[in-house]
């Protein structure tokens, strides 16, 4: 990892894992292809039931389509873009932002092309809780991270949506720098707005209850929390 300083001159994908995102997905594809430090960008259909694929398309994005039987594993569904592609580098954007624009993606990719990460993220906007939100454990789908990182999470760690602290983990454990910056203006649609109240709930109950029982489950190695901070820069 002795490069991770140095500026990087490789090419970066966007990967847009989306499953039923049709109202959202467009304004997020427009944003992606507007990124100055993006070669291409791959929306990859996790077996949407709605139009997802086909707003993707007409927008420009490159789409890879899993099946509807394979669908419903974020991890699966990046993993699938990321085997789409023989970028060097890679940034995740979720399909569900509002706000998100180009200049949005610009400031995420900055400091990773300019050496000063190994992974950068952008956070959604929550205002006065933004400085506490930047040094969370990072969930945000928002990010850019190296092909070697993705490569080193064990394949029988990449399932579902906790596959953000297996690539968290492999940060830590690499003892390489971090960058986080508040994407400003930038919101999502949240499982309530998705699946109404009562389901929305349920949903995210459990999405934090398997995200927070991570290290009692022996999923993630203890200590990784301290080290990602210790490698840890919060940009404006």
């Not at 300019?114 to 928002?142: C, I, K």
């Not at 109240?197 to 109950?205: A, C, E, F, L, S």
Request: charged share 25%; hydrophobic share 40%; aromatic share 10%.
């Amino acid at each position: 990892m002795d490069n991770v300083r140095a500026v990087f001159a490789g090419s970066i994908d966007v990967i847009i894992p989306a499953r039923n995102e049709a109202e959202t997905l467009g304004p997020v594809v427009d944003a992606s292809r507007g990124c100055r430090y993006v070669r291409d960008v791959i929306v990859v259909d996790d077996g949407s039931t709605d139009d997802t694929a086909e707003i993707a398309e007409a927008y420009g994005a490159r789409v890879v389509r899993r099946e509807p039987h394979e669908g419903g594993s974020k991890a699966h569904a990046m993993e699938a873009g990321v085997e789409a592609t023989d970028a060097d580098a890679f940034l995740f954007v979720d399909a569900d932002c509002i706000g998100l624009e180009a200049h949005h993606l610009d400031e995420i990719c900055e400091p990773f092309v300019a050496g000063r990460a190994a992974m950068s993220l952008g956070w959604f906007d929550y205002g006065v809780w933004n400085p506490l939100v930047n040094r969370f454990p990072p969930t945000t789908g928002q990010r850019a991270i190296h092909r070697w990182v993705w490569d080193s999470i064990p394949p029988h760690k990449r399932e579902g949506f906790t596959i953000e602290f297996m690539i968290n983990e492999v940060i830590a454990d690499s003892r390489v720098p971090t960058v986080s910056r508040t994407m400003k203006g930038v919101t999502h649609r949240t499982k309530r707005d998705k699946f109404g109240p009562v389901r929305g709930w349920k949903h995210t109950i459990e999405m934090f209850w398997d995200v927070w029982t991570l290290p009692l489950k022996g999923h993630i190695r203890p200590g990784w929390y301290r080290h990602y901070l210790r490698g840890l820069s919060v940009e404006r």
